[in-house]
Structures are given as C-alpha cells and as structure tokens.
C-alpha cells in the first residue's frame, strides 16, 4: 500500500506539470487535472465495486502498458494536435494509468486485513510521492514515469508475496469472527 501510495502521488504531479505543458499554468487547468484525477478515482471505485471477480494480471497488465504508452508518446505529438485531440489525448495518457492502478488499489485495500492500516500505510506512500518528484530537477518530468512504474512494479511484486506463507504457499485470510463477551 506504501508504494501504491507514493507512485500515484508521483503520477498526479507528472500529469499536472503534462497538463501545464500542454494548457498553460492556470488555476483553471490545475482544478481540472484535479476532477480528473477524482473522476478517475471515482469511476475506478464504481467499476471494482460492481465487479465480484478481478483478474489482478490483467490489471496489472492495463495499468504498465498505460503507463509505457504515456511514456513513448512525446510531448511534442500531443502539442502538435488541435486543442480538441490535445485534449482527447491529454486526458486518455494521464487519466488511463490513474483508472487502472486505483482498480488494483480498490481491490487490494478490499483484501486488507486491517483496512486503517492499509490507508495509513497508501497515505505515507503518497508523502513519499511527493518527495520523489524533486527527481524530476534531475531527470525531468517525462523520466518520473519510470520511477512511477518502478514503485508500481515493487507494489506489485509485494502483493504476489504478501499472501504467501511459510515454504511460498499461498494462504488464506481467516473469516474474521466478532465474539461479544457480557
């Protein structure tokens, strides 16, 4: 949940700096990246909320190869566009990776054995987020992606392990029963 946390932050700050690039620095563009990124958030919940069964590699998949093709389109090819398209586009590369990692985010923090934690844990990550992007003095804000999808990918391998037990065993979360004593 930690690097789950500190890679979306990462994210919402590359896409408001994408967002500045290709709108103009406004409070108007800021607030919008801002729906966006809670729209996103949102319509991740409903869809995972009305899906019983998530195929996690799936996922997974959708959410790397969002961020591979945000990272391969240049800024350049979406300046290049008519406001309408660089809208269109602006929206499918910052938002898609968003949608797609809140599912698995949604879906993990569902499996959570302490849920309060869990956010807790998503909420240190997401200060940690922050303080990454002062990478981007060294890489610049396209590069940020790399990291992002290095975090997501750390996530990833620690949600494979995280419900193995001794001798790599996959277990079970015991039904959690409440016994009310008088």
């Given amino acids: 949940m930690f690097l789950l946390g500190a890679a979306f932050l990462l994210l919402e700050t590359k896409n ?4 500045a690039l290709y709108f103009g620095t406004t409070w108007l563009v800021n607030a919008l990246v801002f729906f966006g990124v ?3 958030v949102l319509a991740a919940v409903e ?3 009305r899906l019983r069964r998530v195929n996690m590699l799936v996922l997974q998949l959708m959410l790397f190869g969002s961020l591979a093709v945000a990272f391969l389109v240049p800024p350049q090819a979406v ?3 008519p406001t ?3 809208l269109a586009a602006a929206i499918a590369l910052a938002f898609a990776p968003i949608f797609c990692a809140n599912l698995i985010f949604s879906d993990r923090l569902a499996q959570a054995a302490d ?5 807790g844990a998503n909420l240190l990550g997401a200060l940690t987020g922050g303080a990454l992007e002062y990478l981007a003095l060294m890489t610049g804000y396209q590069a940020l992606l790399l990291v992002v999808a290095a975090l997501y990918l750390g996530a990833c391998i620690a949600m494979h392990y995280a419900g193995r037990g001794p001798g790599g065993q996959t277990t079970r979360m015991p039904d959690e029963t409440v016994s009310v004593k008088t």
Avoid: C, M, Q
Avoid at 16 to 19: A, E, L, P, R
Avoid at 115 to 119: E, V, W, Y
């Fill in 84 to 86: 309408a398209g660089r």
């Fill in 38 to 40: 809670l729209l996103s």
């Fill in 16 to 19: 408001v700096i994408g967002f």
């Fill in 115 to 119: 849920p309060t934690s869990a956010f």
């Fill in 79 to 81: 300046l290049s566009l």
């Fill in 47 to 49: 869809v995972r909320r």
